[in-house]
């Protein structure tokens, strides 16, 4: 695991970020390099295998937990530890650690709120929406998945408000 200070559209962190999310789940390149630039809670990280670029990791160190904005594996990767090694790594930091999950509605959703119970992950029964990382998409409803144990409500309290303060002014939304 390797830390990213800048990317590129031609970047395979980048590459691998635009091909695992849709746009309504992802901010831009300039709102991610600011993010970069500006926040030191701010974390991109790229999973690497061997020499390859597997992977990419972007996280928020917050006052009271960890949290995983984005964690992908390239395709041609999945399925050789990449994803949860990276996981592992992150329970090591000793830190609650939440993350957000589209709803299980369907098979690839359903497996990948597998794979993170399968890490230890809970899910939460709070309501949880994405806020709109542009301003032509709509927020996005998510599920909240935590670790080692199921956050309170006043945990998820707390991200939120660093989600609506810190986080979303990373983004083209006009709604900051």
Not at 132 to 138: C, E, N, V
Request: net charge neutral; aromatic share 10%.
């Amino acid at each position: 695991m390797i830390r990213v200070t800048s990317v590129n559209s031609r970047s395979d962190v980048w590459l691998i970020y635009e091909s695992a999310f849709p746009r309504s789940e992802r901010r831009s390149l300039a709102q991610h390099e600011r993010a970069m630039r500006s926040e030191p809670t701010f974390h991109c990280k790229q999973l690497m295998q061997g020499e390859k670029v597997a992977g990419v990791l972007f996280y928020w160190e917050l006052p009271s937990c960890l949290f995983v904005e984005h964690l992908a594996v390239a395709e041609p990767c999945r399925g050789n530890g990449v994803g949860t090694a990276a996981l592992k790594w992150l329970q090591e930091q000793g830190k609650l650690l939440i993350l957000e999950i589209e709803p299980p509605q369907d098979a690839p959703s359903r497996r990948r709120l597998a794979f993170y119970q399968a890490a230890g992950f809970v899910l939460l029964p709070y309501e949880h929406v994405q806020l709109p990382f542009h301003a032509d998409t709509p927020s996005v409803p998510m599920r909240l998945l935590s670790w080692p144990y199921a956050a309170a409500a006043s945990e998820v309290e707390c991200l939120e408000n660093c989600l609506r303060h810190t986080i979303m002014r990373y983004t083209d939304s006009v709604t900051n």
